[in-house]
């Protein structure tokens, strides 16, 4: 029987046995003695949690990223050989490594595992009964197929987690299909909603804009980590009532982008409102957009847009009052549907007096009155910036053996817990970096382990 929430771990017994003819590892337990193999100690709020990650790419490690960050022990599952695509996207350091990986997988350990082949799933499943979730990001379907769906592990695991993320869900008539990020934004009306507004029909003139980042993956990935720490919270009630029953967290790419959407459906629902895209501003709230101001001869080649967000009502008549247009303010003006009326107006005086002034000027002025402003910035001053390095929002992590190695640069893992001392412990590990140790706690003995890497199941 799996256990809920333990407050302690320990390693059971198990015994490995090889049949000669099938070339199969066997591993049994004692399913009544059941216990979790051995995990971090650790006063974080998700210590003693172990996480099997069998997610590739973004959406599924994101959220395992965020668990690992809070405690969780997370086993990441990678193919041998390849490892997870993502560890050579895009910039590669020294090693052929990303460091975008090293950051998306800090804090988990790797064991290289292929799935194609029986014995890897065996082992997998050995993994996945003593764990609390697993993550999963395949497309529906492809776990049934290898034997490791709920319906299989739940029978000697009740209690276990599925976090599921696909592009539609685990049902309906697009459950089937390849779920990216990109084409899921689409569907999500995201996209449609973001780039320039034809001036006629105020929809899409031209191609969509998309943010130079995988969003949707994100978002998806911040939805699994919520669905699983309700399923956990759900799990630990449960079990003060003395049931067991698995859960299965279905996150869709598609409606974690629906559910940002704010207004857009009700809007359309109640006034038969279609909203379009609005260029750098945002419909129907004035003023909030990007202003040009002068290059600064400090740092010419920075960005020379400031962005204003004054769409409050007294934010606004300090706005006015600020640059000098105090024509603009009163009655006509007061609420924002009235400046909404009267938005090119008031979006052409303030470009007129920003695009006089050098950014410095402007964030001086305007900060001084209290009117929300910041500048448009790049990686370099977001790194440099004292805000950033007064919070230690970027941090530097070891990758390598400790003197033989280097540091990486990487966001800090969010939101700040007061109280609690979670960091990053190590930087995403190289490929199988864990496989030994793993197998070892399930109970393989060398000669097990390395006939499994002789034939490439286990790397």
Request: aromatic fraction near 6%; charged fraction near 20%.
């Amino acid at each position: 029987m799996a256990p809920t929430l333990p407050n302690s771990w320990s390693i059971a017994a198990f015994k490995v046995t090889r049949n000669s003819s099938r070339r199969v590892i066997v591993i049994s337990h004692d399913i009544a003695s059941h216990q979790h193999i051995a995990h971090p100690s650790g006063d974080l709020p998700l210590s003693g949690i172990r996480v099997l990650e069998l997610g590739q790419l973004i959406a599924g490690p994101f959220c395992g990223q965020l668990l690992g960050h809070f405690g969780a022990e997370i086993i990441k599952v990678e193919p041998p050989s390849t490892g997870d695509p993502l560890r050579v996207w895009r910039e590669l350091d020294i090693d052929g490594t990303s460091p975008w990986f090293r950051s998306l997988a800090r804090n988990k350990k790797s064991i290289a595992i292929d799935l194609r082949k029986q014995e890897g799933r065996e082992i997998v499943k050995q993994l996945a009964v003593r764990s609390d979730v697993i993550i999963e990001n395949f497309k529906p379907g492809t776990l049934e197929k290898w034997g490791l769906g709920p319906q299989e592990l739940h029978r000697e695991n009740p209690s276990l987690i599925f976090t599921r993320v696909s592009g539609y869900g685990q049902t309906g008539p697009w459950a089937s299909r390849p779920g990216y990020a990109s084409v899921c934004e689409a569907e999500s009306g995201f996209r449609f909603i973001n780039g320039q507004p034809d001036p006629n029909t105020g929809l899409l003139s031209g191609p969509p804009t998309r943010p130079n980042i995988s969003l949707g993956d994100s978002v998806a990935g911040l939805h699994a980590a919520f669905g699983t720490v309700l399923a956990l919270l759900s799990k630990h009630k449960k079990a003060s009532r003395g049931e067991q029953s698995g859960e299965t967290v279905d996150v869709s790419i598609m409606e974690s982008m629906l559910n940002l959407m704010e207004g857009i459906v009700p809007e359309y629902d109640r006034k038969g409102k279609v909203r379009g895209p609005s260029g750098s501003s945002v419909t129907g709230i004035v003023p909030t957009n990007a202003y040009p101001c002068l290059p600064s001869p400090s740092t010419p080649a920075s960005p020379t847009y400031i962005i204003i967000g004054a769409n409050g009502d007294t934010l606004y008549a300090r706005l006015m009052h600020a640059i000098g247009r105090e024509d603009l303010v009163g009655p006509s003006y007061a609420r924002n549907h009235h400046r909404v009326a009267r938005q090119g107006e008031i979006e052409e005086a303030i470009s007129a007096w920003t695009s006089q002034r050098q950014v410095e000027e402007v964030l001086t002025i305007l900060e001084g009155a209290g009117i929300p402003v910041g500048r448009v910035v790049g990686v370099k001053e977001i790194v440099e910036g004292e805000q950033v390095k007064a919070r230690g929002a970027v941090e530097d992590v070891e990758v390598g053996r400790e003197g033989e190695g280097w540091t990486v640069k990487m966001p800090r893992v969010f939101p700040v817990l007061e109280g609690c001392d979670a960091k990053t412990r190590w930087a995403g590990p190289d490929l199988g970096a864990h496989t030994e140790e793993i197998l070892g706690e399930l109970g393989l003995n060398a000669e097990s382990i390395v006939r499994l890497k002789e034939e490439g199941i286990v790397g």
